[in-house]
Structure formats: structure tokens, C-alpha cells
């Protein structure tokens, strides 16, 4: 089969199929006892990720257990600020910490030039991935969004309220957006070699985009998420590539995503602010049962899965995910129990 007839592709063209196509946000990860075998191996989560033969074969991991329709590289949306000298690294049990994070507006200014050959370790975890796998599973190529790596890179190390953040942003407002734009021709780079070397789809997280009004949002996030899909669809090697677009928890009507330009919307769990009627022949959809119902008893578990299903099952153009990754907590018999249960619809 071509990769372009496979059901994931078919969905993302806003094909009506009876039965959804099926991956999990961070399918690959600590909920799974052969991840955490290999984990172990590696003091710093980002050595694993610069080891392409380890991310091929982690990569492949919930494919082979759970038979899902698409791959996503596995990677991590912080090797961008790594790869700008930021000193990324993610300790046993804790969050990512960078050791050289932006302090000043001279940071900025000062910051050298992105090379995109500094991460060919992603694009040969690409490569490796896209040639294991069978031509009907799409490979996802993923990075984060510049509003969603700004915010790491200044706040330095993960955080609830990304305050240190939203402070130097207002008072470095210059400085903030130059960075921005630096991020945004960087994503665009790194999207391109991740397409050269074999992947088949785009992910853009923009996973902070909850700690932004409207207002903001416009003029930190989505101004230059636009930008980066129209490089993205200008350029003759990636633009018929299709691009999901995920925000977390947006402050705002779901709507305003499709300003993006992106061919998907991938949906956080909660369904108050999303229009399906004016979503529906502008964008695929993906999503978006809340993760933590899968910490629940089966029955529970189908009752929630079911009222997913019935408000998108109509919907040209359905994926079926979760509304965020999935957390280390989770029974991987429980991905398996609803990927059969979807299935067997
Ligand atoms: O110690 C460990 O084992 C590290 C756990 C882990 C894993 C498995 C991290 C650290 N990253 C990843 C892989 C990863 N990250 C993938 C590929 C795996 C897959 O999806 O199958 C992807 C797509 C990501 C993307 C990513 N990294 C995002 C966007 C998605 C989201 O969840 O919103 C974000 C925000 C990150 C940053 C990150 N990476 C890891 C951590 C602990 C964090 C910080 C999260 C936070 O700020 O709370």
C-alpha cells in the first residue's frame, strides 16, 4: 500500500472513514516497561535522543504493541534550544533544566547562528524510522512552537505559571519578538530536514498556549506559528505536507486555530469551545479523550470513549487521539483496550 492511501493520510485529507485512525500524544514513553528498560541505560533523557538507532527502535515500540496507524518520531521539542547553546538537560525525575538560559535581551542578540546540521541526529532517527516501518504508517515529524520553546528557553526549566517568563516579554518586548522570529526560522529549518529525510506529517505543539489571552496569543504565538506554515507551504519540498496544529487548553474559541493555515487541529479534551459546523471542510480534527479517564475502570473508560466518538464520528477528517500525552501512570493495557474497542465500533 502507499503511504498516501493509508487511513491516517486519508483522514488528514478530510476523508470520512468508518473507522477512525488511531495514535497516542507521547505513545512512546515511561508508561511502557520496554521504554523504561532502555531509559535506564542513559543518565540524560537528550544522550538518548541523539542516539538514532535508540530513538528508532523507541519509535517502534508502541507500534508494535498496540498496532496504532501513525509513528511519531521520538524526539523531544527542546533540542532546538539545545542545538542554539542553551545547554538543555532533562535529570532522572525532573523536568528539563538549561543551563545557559536567556537572561537578558543581549542573550538574544547575542545567540549564534541556528544550524540545522547540529540536530542530523533527528534526521537520522527519521530516516531510520521511516525505513522500519511499513509503507501504510505514516511517520510524524514534530517540533514545538516558538511561543512554546521561547518559554522554556527563558524560563530556563519547566514551570505552572511561566511568570519569569511573561515579565521579560513585557519589559524586552523587541528582544522577545527577535527571538521569536529566530525560533520561527529555526522550526521551519528543522521541519524541512525532518521532511527530506522521510517524514510524512507535521506536528507543531504549541503546548504552553494556555498562559496567553487572546490578545497575546496573537501577537506571541499564533503570529508566528502563521509564519512557519507559510514557509512551510511555500516551500516546494514540504508543502504538501499536512500539518497538525495542538494547543493546550487555548483561552479561546477553537476557531481561531484554523487562522494557522494548519490542515489539522489537534483537540484538548475539553469540548466547550469547539464549533464543530465551522470547523467541519476546514480542517481534519484530532483528539481528544482527557488521558486521565484511562486511569479509571473499564466501564467508565468505555462510557467516556463513546461520547468522544459520537461528537466526531461524523466528522470528515477524524483522528482519534487524546487531548494530551499520555502520563507515566497509565496501564499500557488500557492503550491497548481502547484502541480495540475503537476498532471494534
Ligand atoms: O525521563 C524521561 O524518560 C523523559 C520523558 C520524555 C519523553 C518520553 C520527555 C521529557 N520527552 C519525551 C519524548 C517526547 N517529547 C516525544 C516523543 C515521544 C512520543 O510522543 O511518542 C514528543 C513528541 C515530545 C514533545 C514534547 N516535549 C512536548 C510537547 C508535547 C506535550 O506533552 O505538550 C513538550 C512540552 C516537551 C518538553 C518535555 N520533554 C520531557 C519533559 C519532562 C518535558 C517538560 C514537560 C513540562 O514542562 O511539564
Known sequence: MKTSDSIFLRALNKESLKIPPIWYMRQAGRYMPEYRAIRRKFKNFLDMCKNPEVCCELALQPINAFNLDASILFSDILTIPDA??????????????????IKTSKDITNLPEFNPEDLSYVYKAVFNIKSALPSNIP???????????????????????????RNFIQQNKDSAHLFLEKLTNACFQYLKKQVHAGADVIQIFDSWANLLNEEEYNLYSMCYIKKLIALLKEDEETSKIPIILFARDPSFSTNKMTESNSD??????????????????????????????????????????????????????????????????????????????????
Not at 85 to 101: D, H, I, S, T
Not at 318 to 344: A, C
Request: proline residues 6%.
Open 84 to 101: 542554539f547553546g542553551l545547554g538543555v538537560e532533562f535529570l532522572e525525575g525532573e523536568g528539563p533544566v538549561f543551563n545557559n538560559p
Open 139 to 165: 511517520l510524524i515529524g514534530f517540533c514545538g512552537s516558538p511561543w512554546t520553546l521561547a518559554a522554556y528557553s527563558i524560563e530556563g526549566k519547566s514551570s505552572k505559571d511561566f511568570n519569569y517568563t
Open 264 to 345: 489539522c487541529l489537534s483537540l484538548f479534551w475539553n469540548i466547550d469551545k469547539i464549533d464543530k459546523s465551522y470547523l467541519q471542510g476546514k480542517v481534519a480534527l484530532q483528539g481528544n479523550l482527557n488521558p486521565k479517564i484511562l486511569l479509571e475502570d473499564d466501564n467508565l473508560i468505555k462510557a467516556e470513549l463513546n461520547k468522544v466518538l459520537n461528537i466526531f464520528s461524523n466528522y470528515p477528517g477524524y483522528i482519534f487521539n487524546l487531548g494530551h500525552g499520555i502520563t507515566p501512570d497509565i496501564n499500557p493495557d488500557k492503550i491497548k483496550f481502547i484502541t480495540e474497542l475503537i476498532r471494534s465500533q
